[in-house]
């Protein structure tokens, strides 16, 4: 069964009282970087700081209450392990999350005070299959997969509903590309509406670590069937779009979601109304410098 | 001539069509962190990173055809030698700026890019008034005062304004308290509402920049006959308030804006409906640090 824009939109019905309705953040200097007049959906601010609790919530709440009961699993050392994590808590009800044992203290603490359970791993992917299984059958969980999954596509899509709610006549949004989660979900959401998918050169090595993987079969269907056009970006134009949309616009980006503005720089769109979806801001600040001027 | 509601509301129509209407921001954990439900005037994302654009503007554009031709003068190393220029470019008038050598090379680029005309100065008080009485004289320029000035003042107002007309029964505002102009102007414009001003303990040797001045008689005077109260917050939480607003709320907010942030956790409002005026972001992002985990 297909996800369809009536399924986005039951969707956001249902996540309306957990999530946050997100402003759309306009800079006319960005404007003047990027050449063209932009909307930006600014998922930075979300809960937990990034997109994915909107899908991981309407996964959550799409549950039977029996299937409820038994908890919600998933392996990730990115933001879907803390979105699945508020999502369950949100539900009251457990949280079975396998972690690569790389994954940085600051990630495992977040998800440690949401409450969720932690299953370390090895760094490989088969490993974390593994050890997924493992807690699966344990727990009789129900595994929530981070894109490839129709409740949390439509649930994503939300974010892109909200976007074209807020502003008439937008000739293109432009999403980031990982998984394709996020990029499936806006195309379904915003029919209409040209998308532009903004993936890095090398996925395997990119600085934005939320896009380190690729599509499913899935995601790739629902691009292909809406007609969504990549645009790829390489890693200095990725950090350079970083820089000024800190610089320029003030807002704290992480690199998975400053590829989206590299890509619109890049996609010569001068003129057009271009929706960007900011996707995240997890990322650490350092401290800036502490300026002493004598007055 | 007292400053009042009606000459806030008069700046608010003049200024439109030059400043932006900035968000009212709202973070669940920034609600928790300082205890009480609070929103954002986001004017860190004001044009020019901060509310001085505000000001600047009512002011320049308040000048008659004839005062406006022999253009705008003031002495700043700060906000308002920006937004002065930005103001008279807007107007397309000139502005002559009176900074002190020791301004950064940021701001004076800034400062420069706008097309205003510097002259350079040594630090002291003295050295900067006695430059700009020089530019005066040259010019027949009319001095815009960065804070002592009511149309200043009534600009600066206009932040306000727009949160009050955003956000209905808003307990207090809390506003950072420098010169005076910004909290001058809130006082005026939210006249129903609680204010409390967020001063540094030390104003000469504090890390908010924007704030290492005094009153004048003037804001004073409006501060008094609005039961203005006033919070001083020590440098530690200065600086403990803006790394939290960046790691909780991803603000990226200057030290002079962090300081109402940390005046609202000393202040004891827990469960009020507090607005914060976000009042500047002119702070010099470090790189983050860049995080290559292996997935």
């Known amino acids: 069964m297909a996800v369809e824009l009536a399924d986005v939109e039951r969707a956001a019905v249902r996540i309306a009282p957990?999530?946050?309705?997100?402003?759309?953040?306009?800079s006319r200097v960005l404007d003047a970087w990027l050449g063209a007049e932009c909307f930006v959906k600014a998922e930075h601010?979300?809960?937990?700081?990034?997109?994915?609790f909107r899908g991981a919530t309407n996964a959550v709440l799409s549950l039977s209450d029996e299937d409820a009961r038994r908890g919600v699993a998933a392996h990730s050392s990115g933001n879907h392990a803390a979105a699945l994590a508020r999502a369950a808590r949100a539900?009251?009800?457990?949280?079975?999350?396998?972690?690569?044992?790389?994954?940085?203290?600051?990630?495992?603490?977040?998800?440690e005070r949401l409450g969720a359970e932690i299953t370390w791993?090895?760094?490989?992917?088969?490993?974390?299959?593994?050890?997924?299984?493992g807690v699966l059958t344990r727990t009789g969980a129900v595994e929530i997969h981070p894109f490839d999954d129709e409740r949390v596509i439509a649930g994503a899509g939300t974010a892109a509903l909200e976007l074209v709610a807020a502003v008439a006549r937008?000739?293109?949004?432009?999403?980031?590309v990982g998984g394709g989660g996020l990029c499936s979900g806006t195309s379904i959401a915003a029919p209409g509406c040209r998308i532009i998918g903004a993936a890095p050169v090398d996925r395997r090595a990119t600085v934005a670590d939320g896009l380190r993987t690729g599509c499913s079969e899935r995601t790739s269907a629902i691009l292909r069937a809406h007609d969504v056009e990549f645009v790829t970006v390489a890693e200095?134009?990725?950090?350079?779009?970083?820089?000024?949309v800190w610089e320029l616009a003030r807002l704290m980006v992480e690199p998975s979601a400053a590829i989206a503005f590299g890509?619109?720089?890049?996609?010569?769109?001068?003129?057009?109304?271009?929706?960007?979806?900011?996707?995240?801001?997890?990322?650490?600040?350092?401290?800036p410098r502490v300026r002493r001027l004598s007055l």
């Not at 937008?170 to 980031?176: E, F, G, Q, W």
């Open 45 to 52: 601010l979300q809960r937990g700081g990034a997109f994915k």
């Open 236 to 244: 200095s134009e990725i950090e350079d779009a970083r820089c000024s």
């Open 263 to 287: 890509a619109t720089r890049d996609a010569g769109l001068a003129g057009a109304r271009v929706g960007i979806i900011s996707s995240g801001g997890n990322v650490a600040p350092r401290e």
């Open 170 to 176: 937008l000739d293109v949004i432009v999403v980031p």
């Open 121 to 133: 791993c090895d760094d490989s992917l088969d490993a974390r299959r593994e050890a997924l299984q």
């Open 91 to 111: 539900r009251g009800i457990p949280a079975y999350v396998v972690m690569p044992k790389a994954t940085t203290a600051r990630k495992r603490t977040a998800v």
């Open 18 to 26: 957990f999530v946050d309705h997100t402003p759309v953040l306009r």
